[in-house]
């Protein structure tokens, strides 16, 4: 696994501009925005169930982004594409910068049988729905896939990533912002997954002050 990290101001003065930079740096990917960005609305079959996915982006996009939210994960994605909850999220609303820098995205919605994922993103359950998503994008655009989860949004990426071995399955790059690491009661953590499974790159953003008591930046280090 290789690992970059950051350290950011806190949440609440860092420009997103910035946080977005770090990520597009991640990605390996600095090119100019050409065309309209398209808009789909994308059921992926899984399981016995579906996840809807919000696909948006220029025509040839250079890499394809899914986004993962922080907190109970149940993005609210609607026929017409317009996003109820989640719709706040930094994962979610960020999408148009990297659009902006010839990268397609993917809002990753929950799947219907899991509407929260809370305690659920380690489960083989999910492990089968995150694999299936990715191996959904790689098909359908034929390029590079990376995961960007944010807050609880990590264990959507990291718990998966740390269990899928093909190759097919699994993300080319991650990206962890604000990285849940921290157990209080009984939530999931990113350390629930075996992290020295994941051979993809990972660029690990913190924010210097974070006062949020489940993504302390101190435990950034326990990631490397």
């Known amino acids: 696994m290789t690992i970059v990290t950051r350290d950011l101001p806190a949440r609440r003065t860092v420009p997103v501009a910035v946080y977005l930079t ?22 992926v079959k899984t399981r016995n169930t579906m996840i809807r996915l919000l696909i948006e ?16 994960g149940g993005v609210e994605i609607a026929d017409d594409g317009t996003i ?20 397609a995205t993917a809002v990753v919605g929950p799947p219907d049988d899991m509407r929260n994922l809370v305690n659920k993103r380690g489960t083989d359950a999910y492990v089968t729905d995150f694999g299936n998503v990715i191996q ?7 390029i590079s896939v990376w995961v960007h989860g944010t807050s609880s949004g990590t264990n959507s990426v990291a718990l998966p990533t740390s269990k899928i071995t093909d190759p097919s399955r699994r993300p080319d790059g991650i990206i962890l912002s604000s990285s849940l690491t921290a157990r209080i009661k009984f939530n999931d953590t990113v350390f629930d997954g075996k992290l020295e499974n994941i051979v993809s790159p990972v660029l690990i953003v913190s924010h210097k002050n974070d006062s949020c008591v489940y993504t302390p930046p101190s435990w950034r280090q326990r990631l490397t």
């Open 22 to 43: 770090l990520a597009l740096v991640a990605l390996l990917a600095v090119t100019g925005y050409s065309g309209r960005a398209s808009a789909e609305v994308v059921d």
């Open 84 to 103: 109820g909850w989640g719709r706040g999220n930094f994962a979610v609303k960020t999408r148009d910068m990297f659009h902006q820098n010839g990268m």
């Open 136 to 142: 959904n994008l790689r098909e359908r655009f034929k």
């Open 57 to 72: 982006g220029p025509a040839n996009p250079s890499h394809v982004v899914a986004l993962f939210a922080g907190g109970h």
